[in-house]
């Protein structure tokens, strides 16, 4: 089957051929899905104002839809979009269009002055502290077997810092016991990874593997590392549950659920006196900019030199 140029111009034919192309480019199904949820966005409202064309979406008409997204309102409680979210809407919009001009589908390249708006910075909700992931931790001690496997999954999380995705995918190989180590495979961004890990950790994997894992296995397992009741690898949602569940019976009053050991790992590392591109390699973050973050959360060298210096805080 070629990939072809498609053969009208219209916006749902060009957005289908920028579509394909992104999968013949081996971008995950996650990824393309979203795309084509945002690019769907933008042709409900082109359609909506008569442009059904992709010859029609000039630079006036890309100004015209940024002014749409900051004056919508959500339904559901009134509230505007997020600048995240807006951005990233018009990113679809834009690199669709500059795809478009690349191969040739269109003469002229409509984005070539269209400027995103900024991002801004925002900071992660509120971080566990140390003693909020023990007491967390603790929480598992009462679900017997299943709280073997749920602690086992937390520290995980918090001792190697990995995402959902990469936790849920991680299989029986993927562990060094010797090496107190874990292989991420294909993590974002398709890229492999070693992270190390607490001895503890390994000592709770290993007694999941021993007394846990046996008793859940069936034809569906596979090689899976962590699985859910059923036997089968764990759903993000499922992951997202066990976590939140285990945070609000610690009742220490911060929301979140993977993400929260995710944050905690690198916050209590930079804490701790971690070179934020050490963590950087830690997380698998490609991009510096996006570990920074963790050094404006952390407020333990700052907490100190302005206790230090502050005239306030020596009265």
């Known amino acids: 089957m070629w990939l072809t140029k498609p053969n ?10 920028y579509l394909d192309i992104c999968r013949a ?17 933008f042709r409900r409202w082109a359609f909506g104002h008569d442009l059904i064309d992709v010859t029609q979406v000039d630079l006036e008409v890309l100004d015209s839809y ?22 990233y809407r018009l ?3 834009k690199v669709f269009l500059r795809t478009l001009f690349i191969k040739e589908v ?3 390249n409509p984005t070539e002055h269209f400027e995103l708006p900024k991002n801004g910075r925002r900071l992660p909700k509120p971080v566990l502290s140390e003693q909020e992931v023990k007491k967390v931790l603790q929480q598992a001690e009462h679900y017997g077997l299943k709280g073997i496997r749920d602690t086992a999954i937390m520290t995980t999380y918090y001792a190697s ?19 107190c180590q874990l292989r991420i495979n294909q993590g974002k961004g398709f890229k492999d990874r070693y992270v190390p890990i607490a001895k503890d950790t390994c000592i709770w994997i290993y007694r999941y593997l021993k007394e846990v894992r046996p008793t859940l296995a069936n034809v569906h ?3 899976t590392l962590f699985l859910a009741n059923n036997g089968k690898p764990f759903r993000a949602a499922q992951l997202s549950e066990l976590v939140a569940k285990y945070i609000k019976l610690a009742d220490v009053r911060k929301s979140g659920a993977c993400n929260q050991y995710r944050h905690a790992a690198a916050t209590h590392m930079v804490d701790h006196g971690a070179d934020i ?20 959360v952390s407020m333990t060298k700052l907490r100190e030199v302005y206790n230090k210096t502050h005239p306030a805080a020596q009265q």
């Open 221 to 223: 397992s596979g090689k």
């Open 66 to 87: 940024q002014q749409y997204l900051y004056l919508y309102r959500k339904a559901c409680h009134g509230g505007p979009l997020c600048r995240a979210t807006i951005r």
């Open 277 to 296: 591109r050490h963590v950087q390699e830690f997380l698998g973050h490609a991009d510096l900019s996006t570990t920074q973050i963790y050094v404006h």
């Open 161 to 179: 810092g990995i995402r959902r995705l990469e936790l849920g995918t991680l299989t029986l190989d993927d562990v060094d016991f010797e090496q």
């Open 25 to 41: 480019k081996g971008q995950s199904d996650n990824t393309v899905l979203s795309k084509e949820a945002a690019l769907s966005l």
């Open 91 to 93: 990113t679809v919009v």
């Open 106 to 108: 269109l003469s002229v």
């Open 8 to 17: 009208s111009l219209s916006l749902t034919a060009c957005m289908q051929y």
